[in-house]
């Protein structure tokens, strides 16, 4: 099975820096991906790590590290805008698993 | 430029009715999904369908059955609805082609489904 673990919220301040972690447990790995969700609307892919190491993205990057099982998403200079729920999520074959979300709260 | 569209997008059911939900992609993708999502928990994985003619049970199949009409459609049905089925449902599809592990999930904008 495929599980994974994030924190439930995190709060931060507009213009800073934020990270969001996520570890994981799964039978066969086949990447890490990150997703965003605003309230009452879709999830939005962000990003995807298949090896370790950090891709970027403008504001934000995302990192991997398969040996701990382990990864974050990192956003810089933060906007009021991003606040949202963002969940990292594993992918077997043709299945994927998410995680049960970050609630980021930007405050001004 | 469509994405996913899913249909209803609100419902309200009685316990023990039925009811279908559609879902379609102009993508040209080859796999797709069903999710639910209820407050405070992330998204579970109902059925999927890999390929046009296969379909394959997630994490929370019971009381839900699934038809890939066709490689643009992908519906779930509730036969007897209840309560616990009162969720957020979406639907994703993805290119699922070799490479599988790097392509995005595109999901719909969701059916909110509420069963008295």
């Known amino acids: 099975g495929q599980s994974l673990e994030q924190p439930s919220e995190v709060t931060a301040v507009e213009g800073a820096i934020v990270q969001i972690n996520c570890t994981y447990q799964?039978?066969?790995?086949?990447?890490l991906s990150w997703y965003q969700q605003h309230d009452g609307g879709a999830p939005t892919f962000l990003s995807y790590?298949?090896?370790?190491g950090l891709e970027e993205t403008g504001r934000f990057s995302s990192f991997l590290s398969r040996s701990d099982s382990y990864g974050y998403l990192l956003l810089q200079e933060l906007q009021m805008k991003d606040s949202a729920s963002y969940f990292c999520?594993?992918?077997?074959?043709?299945?994927?698993?998410f995680g049960t979300g970050t609630k980021l709260q930007v405050i001004p | 430029n469509a994405g996913v569209t899913q249909t209803p997008k609100f419902q309200v059911l009685k316990t023990g009715q039925s009811m279908t939900l559609q879902c379609a992609q102009d993508m040209n993708h080859n796999s797709m999904y069903w999710y639910r999502q209820d407050p405070g928990m992330g998204l579970r994985l109902i059925y999927y369908s890999a390929s046009e003619g296969t379909t394959d049970k997630g994490e929370v199949p019971n009381g839900y059955n699934v038809s890939r009409l066709n490689k643009r459609e992908f519906s779930l049905r509730l036969e007897s609805a209840a309560p616990s089925q009162t969720s957020v449902y979406f639907c994703a599809s993805r290119t699922g082609t070799k490479n599988y592990s790097n392509q995005p999930q595109h999901f719909g904008d969701g059916t909110r489904l509420s069963i008295l």
């Open positions: 790590n298949g090896l370790d």
């Open positions: 799964t039978s066969g790995f086949y990447g």
């Open positions: 999520a594993v992918g077997g074959y043709q299945k994927v698993t």
